[in-house]
């Protein structure tokens, strides 16, 4: 029975120190994942993770310290992506009740033509001239709020995109709620 | 965001509910219940109820715990089928802890640990039946010889409440064994199955039933009659009961054939211990037995297999319930890989070829 | 003929008895006409009219555009009020363009038979005239009829199915098509016979529907060049894979259409509208709607002009017994639920529905107990219990392995699960996220595109900038120094 004990412990003790001597002396690779997270992210260097670049962005999602939401220009897409390679869960089950992706529009009244939108949106999706009113192209902008910051005038803000015709999806049925009273579902259980 | 969640299709449904099927099928278990409660007396009655009631009492109990709608689930009727099979499976003088406790490791550890109805991997009440076996060997193979109500060897009201409550020992004029039990001691004793059987067995008999055993399951054409009432109303499918008493019956034939001395013949074992309550009530759990009708073949096939093995070579008499747990253990790669063939598409998910279109065209009918 | 049976569906109860022996009434011509431009799956067609236009019956209010598409014409004759925004007929009742027309009086559209045989035309012309003519498929796919009929010498067609089947419980609005005009039903089958140059066209009609079979049957005799066929009940009989399976013996291999195995199928009421067309040059401007359920006063079949408003259907039959629990155009299968009553008909509504509380009384949703009717039920050959568990956590990834994309929505497997649990719900909303998914992706792509050809683009003209500089400089070194004779040989 000790001696059973004894050997056990032992064999535990051996494999484990080994595991720490490898893990210490054996030389580790650059990570191939910033790369790979790097890859995926949209590239445009818009900032608004709060970090210099997407290249930053990306070391900071793999060593955790950054959410996988963090990129707007990316949206739900990018985060179900960043989640299943970094293997982490999503902290938002995804859509249903996400919100329509912001876009950029321009108040007419309050733009003045002087072209700084278009010189700093990072995917080119604001048209116009000099003194000449600019306009967004819905399909290349991704809501990332360059213009906005950049604008002297307040003349471009971001709207929700309208729900229409087109863009409609059916929601997640309701779930049915078993529990009693005035309990949240699922907080019964937790 | 505005979130619009108007409703799918279809607008019309059909009118069977989860409440309805259950009951259909406590309804179809009704004349095997009576007759084993005419057969073995009040006791018997004792047992029935106590299962079900205490089957209510413990769904109850841990739907409370977490706080769900306690008459939503309770009228889903399946807490009701449970407490019944299981008392089904009883001896049926049974002492009261062994029914009540049953049927809380059933309801409890058997399906509510898991979220209740739906969740459970096992069935509830063949989970309970072999846990009293191993845990109670004596009093869950202690079995009585028919008393039936209103005979002298009867027990009354008040003996009945003490035979259940007070754990009054089995009088030896009544003390019998179960048909299987007797057979397989008698072959341990190197008896020659003809003899063994001889002095037993009769298929007629046991089709009515008039023998000691579980206190639901002695009558094989009750049970069967019960089970061509849920075909009818189309609450199983044939498929697993006919796979599994296909399966057992041929087994049977084969090891008969090699062996009439050693191997009991198919009658003998379709008409004995728990099959047709397995095949019609038990194998037929949707909650635990595969999705699909291929599934479902393999599944009757291999309790049956298992139940054949058990009964024959192995240590216990009767093999039902470890089969069913055996293959509810099964169920979920059954599921996975026994899936039907989408439209389409080939066994394999690829696009299914195109017919050579010579072959396809018809010849010309009628002018344009 | 020997039949294939397809495996699942399902046996609703018909409910087709309260209208099906009644004949087709025409609805007065209402005083407002409300005719979105998006009636057909494909890009919307373009207004051709303006405000305060006066138009006629039959003319073009708008263009379609591109080839998946399908044009909108006047029902009747009338100014135009506006071209503007009202509720669709769809579950959300979001805004559509719509024409509104105000009518000038009770008028039916003057029907002059065109003289000329069509039977002369070029398959080519007919699918044009077809697709001018705005006919999309009738049986509530609204496919543009005109892109299935136009020649493809790769895909030849030997066997034209018309789909008499009628699957859905309530609706008959097929039913009377077929008792009330077999003739001019059979002649347009024999025009898309023609336009396919089709070896055989068969006409398929459930068995619960005797008197439309026995008026095909007599009315097909003539001329020997279609087979009306009985083929059994059973939902969902009309979806074209099903029926071509039934038909023919053989599945449309994924991914393909039924073109792809030499089959075309069209509804009862697509031949009937395509006879309109070629014989009278009638566009599609009024179709047969079966107006049905348990809280509708009077139930029949009504010509109803594109554009009515639900409201002046459910007032003809005599109103409302009673609120109804739920408004459905369609059929009570696949139907959509409506969210009011001033939404307007349009090409593909083959019915209006107004439920009472006991045709939906669905109870309350209950766990999956695993009972497998879904799967058996299930004519696509999934496990919508699976799919529908895979949802219920959001897995996507899980409900998409399992194939939910290859999900009709053909609702047999709600109709039959004892839980009540509503899997056609979660099938849809797991296509929809696919759809989303599929879309940011493409914009995913698309933006890191746009930003690498903006970052090259300002590097190219930063260097661009750069060599001007340099050129400058040293153009202004040049001039600045004297000038030097030079050494070198000219």
Redesign the interface.
């Known amino acids: 029975m000790l001696i059973s004990i004894l050997t056990l412990t032992l064999i535990g003790l051996g494999l484990g120190l080994l595991l720490s001597a490898a893990s210490r002396l054996l030389p580790s690779r650059e990570d191939p994942l910033v790369a790979k997270v790097n890859a995926l992210l ?4 818009c900032g608004q993770c709060g970090y210099a670049g997407c290249a930053q962005a990306a070391a900071a999602l793999v060593d955790g310290s950054a959410p996988l939401n963090l990129c707007p ?6 985060a ?1 992506q960043l989640a299943q390679v970094l293997e982490r869960p999503l902290a938002q ?5 996400l ?2 992706p912001s876009l950029a529009r321009v108040i007419a009244e309050q733009c003045i033509g002087c072209t700084k939108c278009l010189q700093n949106c ?4 604001i048209v116009g001239a000099p003194k000449q009113l600019h306009m967004v192209l819905e ?2 902008c ?1 809501g990332c709020g360059a213009c906005v910051e950049v604008c002297p005038t307040e003349g471009i803000q971001l709207q ?1 995109q309208a ?3 087109g863009n ?9 709620n ?4 005035p ?1 949240c579902p699922g907080e ?2 937790a | 965001m505005i979130v619009i969640t108007p409703q799918a299709g279809p607008h019309v449904r059909n009118p069977g509910k989860v409440p309805s099927l259950m009951a259909k099928v406590v309804l179809a278990l009704v004349p095997a219940t009576l007759f084993g409660i005419y057969l073995f007396g009040l006791p018997a009655l004792n047992t029935v109820l106590l299962c079900v009631v205490s089957a209510l009492f413990f769904e109850g109990l841990c739907v409370r715990l977490v706080n769900k709608r306690l008459g939503l689930v309770l009228a889903d009727g399946s807490a009701v089928l449970t407490g019944l099979l299981l008392a089904l499976t009883l001896p049926p003088w049974a002492p009261w802890w062994i029914a009540v406790g049953g049927t809380g490791f059933a309801i409890v550890v058997g399906k509510q640990v898991y979220g209740g109805l739906g969740q459970n991997p096992f069935n509830p009440a063949m989970l309970a039946r072999v846990a009293l076996l191993l845990a109670f060997p004596l009093q869950m193979t202690t079995w009585v010889a028919p008393a039936p109500l209103f005979s002298p060897a009867a027990p009354d009201f008040a003996q009945s409440l003490t035979i259940t409550f007070n754990g009054a020992a089995v009088p030896d004029s009544l003390s019998g064994a179960t048909l299987l039990g007797q057979v397989k001691t008698d072959l341990d004793r190197g008896l020659a199955l003809p003899q063994a059987l001889g002095a037993h067995f009769s298929p007629l008999g046991q089709g009515i039933g008039y023998a000691a055993g579980s206190l639901g399951e002695t009558s094989t054409l009750l049970l069967l009659l019960g089970g061509l009432y849920l075909l009818w109303q189309n609450i199983i499918n044939w498929h697993t009961p006919v796979s599994f008493l296909a399966t057992l019956a041929l087994l049977a034939w084969v090891f008969q054939q090699l062996d009439p001395t050693s191997y009991a013949g198919p009658l003998y074992h379709l008409s004995s211990g728990a099959v047709m309550l397995a095949a019609f009530f038990i194998l037929t759990d949707p909650v635990t037995s595969p999705a699909t009708r291929a599934g479902q073949l393999l599944f009757g096939a291999g309790c049956a297999l298992l139940v054949y093995i058990i009964r024959t070579w192995g240590g216990y008499p009767e093999g039902v319930a470890f089969a069913v747990l055996l293959m509810n253990a099964l169920t979920p790669l059954v599921d996975h890989y026994f899936k039907p063939r989408q439209y389409g598409r080939t066994r394999r998910g690829k696009p299914l070829p195109l017919p050579p279109l010579e072959k396809m065209a018809p010849s010309r009918r009628g002018r344009p | 003929m020997r039949l294939f049976g397809f495996r699942g569906g399902v046996h609703p109860e018909a409910a087709k008895h309260h209208t099906e022996r009644r004949p087709i009434r025409r609805l007065p011509l209402p005083r407002r006409l409300y005719i979105p431009l998006q009636q057909h799956i494909g890009a919307p067609a373009k207004a051709e009219v303006a405000p305060g236009q006066h138009v006629e019956s039959g003319q073009l209010l708008a263009r379609s555009q591109g080839l998946i598409s399908a044009p909108v014409h006047a029902p009747a004759a009338g100014r135009i009020v506006a071209i503007e925004e009202h509720p669709a007929p769809h579950p959300t009742g979001l805004p559509v363009s719509t024409v509104v027309i105000e009518t000038d009086s009770e008028q039916p559209p003057a029907t002059v038979p065109s003289t000329e045989d069509p039977f002369t035309l070029p398959p080519a012309t007919i699918a044009e005239r077809v697709g001018a003519a705005g006919i999309v498929g009738m049986g509530g796919a609204t496919f543009p009829s005109a892109v299935k009929l136009m020649p493809n010498p790769k895909q030849p067609i030997h066997t034209l199915i018309i789909n008499g089947s009628e699957c859905e419980p309530y609706l008959t609005c097929d039913d009377r098509l077929m008792q009330e005009r077999p003739e001019a039903i059979i002649d347009g089958i024999r025009l898309i016979r023609h336009a396919l140059q089709a070896r055989r066209a068969v006409l398929a009609i459930e068995d619960n529907k005797p008197a439309a079979f026995a008026a095909m049957a007599a009315a097909a005799r003539q001329s020997e060049a279609v087979e009306v066929i009985r083929i059994p009940s059973r939902y969902p009989m009309g979806w074209e894979k099903q029926l071509v399976k039934t038909v023919t013996g053989h599945e449309i291999p994924h991914g393909q259409l039924p073109g792809g195995i030499g089959v075309c199928v069209h509804n009862v009421g697509t031949a009937y509208a395509i006879h309109r067309c070629l014989r009278t040059r009638q566009p599609l401007s009024s179709r047969i709607v079966t107006v049905a359920g348990g809280a509708v006063r009077h139930p029949q079949n009504l010509e109803v002009p594109i554009g009515a408003r639900l409201e002046e259907l459910i007032d003809f039959c005599g109103g409302l017994t009673e609120p109804p629990a739920r408004l459905v155009m369609g059929g009570p299968m696949m139907g959509q639920v409506m969210p009011h009553l001033r939404v307007p008909i349009v090409k593909g509504s083959s019915g209006v529905l107004a439920l009472s509380a006991h045709e939906v009384d669905d109870g309350p949703e209950r766990p999956c107990i695993r009972c497998g009717r879904c799967v058996m039920a299930c004519p696509a050959g999934l496990l919508p219990l699976e799919m529908g568990a895979r949802m219920r956590h959001d897995d996507l990834d899980g409900a998409e392995a399992l194939g939910v994309q290859d999900c009709i929505g053909c609702g047999c497997c709600s109709y039959v699960c004892p839980s009540k649990i509503p899997l056609v719900h979660y099938f849809n909303y797991a296509k929809g996220e696919l759809q989303n998914r599929r879309q940011e992706k493409a914009k995913s792509e698309q933006t890191r595109q746009w930003a690498q050809a903006r970052s090259e683009r300002l590097a190219r003209e930063a260097a661009e900038k750069a060599a001007l500089r340099a050129e400058r400089a040293a153009s202004k070194a040049q001039q600045k120094r004297p000038p030097h004779p030079s050494k070198e040989p000219l």
């Open positions: 949209p590239g445009t260097q220009p990316g949206g739900p897409a990018i179900r089950p995804t859509p249903g009740g919100a329509m990072p995917t080119d999706a399909k290349a991704t929700q729900i229409t015709l409609w999806r059916w929601s997640k049925p309701p779930r049915p078993p529990f009693r009273g309990l019964g259980l």
